[in-house]
C-alpha cells in the first residue's frame, strides 16, 4: 500500500496511508511526498487524494442571488408534464373516412372485388328454362333463329344472356343484357345469318350469368 509523508514547513511527518490522511485533515496545499516523486507535491495536485480533501464553497458575494429552493411533490411533477398530442390529427381522420367510403363503395360494386372477403347479397340466379331453334332462311339468304326463355329465381340485377350457334368450327355469338326482378321470366331470341348451306351440321346453346 502506498506511503505519504506530510511536511508542516518545519518538519516532515509520515508515513500514512489514505485513511490516516484523513484524520490529519490535509489541505489543498499541504505539501506531500511518496515513493516515486522527484520533488514535493500538492495535495490538490495528487488525482488518488481528491476524495480526502474537503470541500469547501467559493467565496459568497452580494451581487449574487443565491437559488430558491422550492419543495416539488410528485403530484406536481405529474401533473405537469405536458400532454402528448395524438399524432393522428385532422389529417388522419380525414383520410380514414376517405378509405373506408373507398372501401364500401368497392364493395357496393363488385362485392368479390377485394381479395380473401366474401360478401353474401341476393344476386340474380338465372336459368334457361326453354330454348329452340327455328330455321328463318330465304331462298337468296340462309338465317336461323335461336329462342330461349330465361327464368331469374334469384334477387334483382342485370343478366347476360349469351347466345352462341356453331358450324365448321366456327361459333357465333349474339348477346342481351336484360333487367330482371325475383322470380321474372324473359323470351329472347337472336338470329344469326353467317350460317350457310354447305356449312355442315349446326350445334346451339344458350348460357347465362349475372352482371
Given at each position: 500500500m502506498k506511503k505519504y509523508y506530510l511536511h508542516d514547513g518545519v518538519s516532515q511527518q509520515g508515513p500514512f496511508d489514505i485513511e490516516e490522511l484523513?484524520?490529519?485533515?490535509?489541505?489543498?496545499?499541504?505539501?506531500?511526498?511518496?515513493?516515486?516523486?522527484?520533488?514535493?507535491?500538492?495535495?490538490?495536485?495528487?488525482?488518488?487524494?481528491?476524495?480526502?480533501?474537503?470541500?469547501?464553497?467559493?467565496?459568497?458575494?452580494?451581487?449574487?442571488?443565491?437559488?430558491t429552493f422550492q419543495k416539488v411533490s410528485s403530484k406536481s411533477v405529474a401533473e405537469e408534464k405536458p400532454k402528448k398530442k395524438s399524432r393522428f390529427g385532422v389529417?388522419?381522420?380525414?383520410?380514414?373516412?376517405?378509405?373506408?367510403?373507398?372501401?364500401?363503395?368497392?364493395?357496393?360494386?363488385?362485392?368479390?372485388?377485394?381479395?380473401?372477403?366474401?360478401?353474401?347479397?341476393?344476386?340474380?340466379?338465372?336459368i334457361v328454362v326453354t330454348k329452340r331453334i327455328e330455321d328463318a332462311s330465304s331462298i337468296l339468304k340462309l338465317k336461323e333463329t335461336i329462342y330461349a326463355t330465361i327464368l331469374n329465381q334469384g334477387g334483382d340485377g342485370n343478366v347476360l344472356v349469351t347466345f352462341h350457334l356453331m358450324q365448321d368450327g366456327n361459333d357465333y355469338t349474339r348477346t342481351e343484357s336484360v333487367y330482371m326482378r325475383n322470380n321474372q321470366s324473359f323470351d329472347l331470341n337472336q338470329t344469326f345469318d353467317e350460317v350457310t348451306r354447305l356449312g355442315g351440321d349446326m350445334k346451339y346453346y344458350v348460357e347465362v350469368k349475372t352482371q
Open positions: 484523513k484524520e490529519k485533515k490535509v489541505q489543498k496545499d499541504t505539501p506531500i511526498w511518496y515513493e516515486g516523486l522527484e520533488n514535493w507535491m500538492k495535495v490538490a495536485d495528487v488525482p488518488e487524494l481528491q476524495s480526502i480533501l474537503p470541500s469547501i464553497p467559493p467565496p459568497y458575494s452580494k451581487s449574487q442571488t443565491p437559488p389529417v388522419g381522420w380525414i383520410i380514414l373516412i376517405v378509405i373506408i367510403i373507398a372501401v364500401l363503395t368497392m364493395i357496393a360494386n363488385n362485392p368479390n372485388s377485394i381479395p380473401g372477403v366474401k360478401v353474401q347479397i341476393n344476386t340474380p340466379k338465372p
